[in-house]
Nanobody, 130 residues
Framework: QVELVESGGGLVQAGGSLKLSCLASGLTFGTNFDDYAMAWFRQAPGKEREGVSCISWSGERTEYVDSVKGRFTNSRDNANDTLFLQMNNLKPKDTAMYYC???????????????????WGQGTLVTISA
């Protein structure tokens, strides 16, 4: 049974930082966490889910949506089956439920298409006050 469990969300003031984690288990493709490209998505109330950042299976390639470039850093620890999102200089517009997602890796890259993801976590809430 595949399980992605996010943690690290909370309430912080604008300008603050949070670090999200996503612990993966049960990913059976090749039986290795590093067979999967991973991604972070977010969904604010009344809005569509949007891709925030993705990372290749090796961690060598990352992509970010323009609104978080220079503020967020995506990383992964394949030895411990864990994905991270370091978020700095947070803004009220970053308020959303944050989800991690996985898809079987098909090469060196990653992507932020919702439809491509095979597995999703339940989300962790991030709230930024002005």
């Amino acid at each position: 049974q595949v399980e992605l469990v996010e943690s690290g969300g909370g309430l912080v003031q604008a300008g603050g930082s949070l670090k999200l984690s996503c612990l993966a288990s049960g990913l059976t493709f090749g039986t290795n966490f590093d067979d999967y490209a991973m991604a972070w998505f977010r969904q604010a109330p009344g809005k569509e889910r949007e891709g925030v950042s993705c990372i290749s299976w090796s961690g060598e390639r990352t992509e970010y949506v323009d609104s978080v470039k220079g503020r967020f850093t995506n990383s992964r620890d394949n030895a411990n089956d864990t994905l991270f999102l370091q978020m700095n200089n947070l803004k009220p517009k970053d308020t959303a439920m944050y989800y991690c997602a996985a898809r079987a890796s098909n090469g060196l890259g990653c992507d932020l298409a919702v439809a491509d993801m095979g597995y999703w976590g339940q989300g962790t809430l991030v709230t930024i006050s002005a």
